[in-house]
């Protein structure tokens, strides 16, 4: 195991996060919360010296990389990251461990759930802080180590397929990061686009700025507790439910666009399917209000159909009325099928999905057609006997996880119902933070040991479970 490369991995990882806490306390000396930033100065230093301690360790690093390093790397940065993120609230927010961990682990991963009710009472660089982590935590650590990392060599391709789930079996090994930083360049420019109409459309500068870095990733943050409802502006929830359609797409799309390459678009089954569950979902959600007798404006259907769909898990007004049965089982799969691979939104993604429904698709005309030959095929490709099993796999795994996932919060919190249990056990590994129930349960009644295997859920939901469940194999650390 080339230990002195992961190292240096983690040493650019705590680098960052110490840059991000300084810009937050900066913000809070600016609006006059924290006037000298002191608060702030032990997370700065510990970041830190972290960061000098782990890059002196990786200064003899080998320069190749195998698959057990890209594994170790994608694993071990998301709890590294999680960890060090925490020290804000723990030396700022004041907050208990467990409490730190949880709401760490909610921007990072972008899941978006908090254990603050109240967003004003808090420091405005707080709220900062959980804006950026969810924008540092949307695109993927992958993206920053290749784009940063010069002589990444082959193994850039399994530590970005490893992250990020996209298929790279056409990239140029040797150019992987010339393939990879276009993504970077496509996901600022959405945050600026995002930020620059928040800011036409009646937001402060600050209110736009922590908007716009949530809203991209999808982290569904808000510095108010009424969410977008603070605002008088009518045009703020449409234009932040298209930039969550915008991040629940594949950032690959946006590149084609930029190289006239519609060719690409176009043969794109997960595109298709992403839209349609779009235009589809939201119309679905207002029609069931309807039925139902229940108040809700077709703006407000979409919205929440969308912000579901793409993982984001913004909220717009009560969420409680369009928590009926039907509703509640569409939402909870639209969760579950996220956005598009290559995006910053979690769930299953959408091509995973299409693949699953294709192969039963194909495993039923089989049972009254034996001798019929048929290949799946799926963005104009075939797919070949491997990858389909591998899709199956993981969508099976996941399915098995979430239920046991439900099965572990209602051992440990005894007050939960079946149906919270489930709903927030599906939010948790999707990274979505909608609780899909008229009376969601609340955070902060959770015991510490609830928190920090929710907390965990939330990791492993976000990197796909592989990567950080072999780090509990012994064989994956035995030298060979």
């Known amino acids: 195991m080339n230990y002195p490369a992961i190292a240096r991995t983690l040493a650019y990882i705590a680098?960052?996060?110490?840059?991000?806490?300084?810009?937050?306390?900066?913000?809070?000396?600016?609006?006059?919360?924290?006037?000298?930033g002191k608060d702030w100065l032990p997370a700065i230093e510990i970041t830190a010296i972290v960061f000098v301690i782990f890059f002196i360790f990786s200064i003899h690093r080998k320069p190749e990389l195998f698959r057990r390093e890209s594994i170790a790397i994608v694993g071990l940065s998301?709890?590294?990251?999680?960890?060090?993120?925490?020290?804000?609230?723990?030396f700022v927010a004041k907050l208990s461990f467990c409490d730190a961990f949880w709401e760490a682990t909610s921007g990072i991963t972008t899941t978006?759930?908090?254990?603050?009710?109240?967003p004003e009472t808090i420091g405005r660089g707080i709220l900062l802080w959980r804006a950026l982590s969810t924008a540092i935590g949307g695109l993927g650590f992958a993206v920053f180590f290749i784009v940063f990392t010069?002589?990444?060599?082959?193994?850039?391709?399994?530590?970005?397929?490893?992250?990020s789930s996209y298929d790279v079996a056409d990239f140029d090994a040797g150019k992987m990061q010339s393939n990879v930083r276009p993504l970077l360049y496509v996901y600022?420019?959405?945050?600026?686009?995002?930020?620059?109409?928040?800011?036409?459309?009646g937001m402060s500068f600050y209110d736009a700025l922590c908007y716009a870095l949530s809203t991209v990733a999808t982290g569904g943050f808000s510095t108010h507790t009424e969410g977008f409802q603070a605002f008088q502006s009518p045009f703020l929830p449409w234009i932040a439910a298209f930039f969550m359609i915008l991040g629940g797409l594949n950032f690959f799309c946006f590149i084609a666009l930029a190289r006239h390459r519609y060719d690409k678009i176009r043969e794109?089954?997960?595109?298709?399917?992403?839209?349609?569950?779009?235009?589809?979902?939201?119309?679905?959600?207002?029609?069931?209000?309807?039925?139902?007798g229940s108040p809700l404006s077709l703006k407000e259907?979409?919205?929440?159909?969308?912000?579901?769909?793409?993982t984001c898990g913004a909220a717009l007004g009560d969420t409680a009325i369009i928590w009926t049965p039907v509703n509640q089982m569409l939402l909870i799969?639209?969760?579950?099928?996220?956005?598009?691979?290559?995006?910053?939104?979690?769930?299953?993604?959408?091509?995973?999905?299409?693949?699953?429904?294709?192969?039963?698709?194909?495993?039923?005309?089989?049972?009254?057609r034996p001798q019929r030959v048929q290949n799946i095929h799926f963005n104009h490709r075939r797919i070949d006997n491997n990858d389909l099993s591998s899709t199956l796999r993981f969508c099976i795994f996941a399915f098995f996880f979430t239920i046991l996932s439900a099965l572990v919060l209602l051992v440990l919190e005894p007050k939960l119902d079946f149906a919270n249990g489930i709903a927030t056990a599906v939010a948790l590994v999707s990274n979505s933070g909608v609780i899909a129930t008229s009376s969601p349960p609340d955070f902060t009644l959770f015991s510490d040991l609830t928190k920090i295997v929710a907390a965990l859920m939330m990791i492993l939901g976000r990197i796909e479970f592989y990567a950080l469940i072999v780090l509990l194999a012994p064989q994956f650390w035995k030298k060979y």
Not at 80 to 88: D, I, K, S, T, V
């Open 333 to 368: 799969l639209l969760m579950s099928f996220g956005g598009c691979v290559g995006s910053t939104a979690g769930g299953l993604k959408v091509a995973r999905t299409g693949i699953f429904f294709k192969a039963l698709t194909h495993t039923l005309l089989c049972s009254f």
């Open 78 to 90: 998301w709890l590294f990251a999680c960890a060090l993120g925490m020290l804000p609230y723990l």
């Open 188 to 201: 600022l420019t959405l945050t600026f686009a995002c930020f620059v109409l928040f800011l036409i459309f």
């Open 15 to 36: 680098l960052v996060l110490s840059v991000s806490f300084a810009i937050c306390a900066g913000c809070d000396v600016y609006f006059f919360e924290n006037i000298n």
């Open 268 to 292: 794109n089954s997960e595109i298709k399917i992403y839209c349609l569950l779009v235009l589809l979902s939201g119309l679905f959600v207002y029609v069931a209000q309807r039925v139902n």
């Open 150 to 163: 010069p002589s990444v060599g082959t193994t850039a391709k399994q530590i970005f397929a490893q992250e």
């Open 112 to 118: 978006g759930m908090t254990v603050f009710s109240h």
């Open 301 to 310: 259907g979409y919205f929440h159909a969308i912000s579901t769909l793409s």
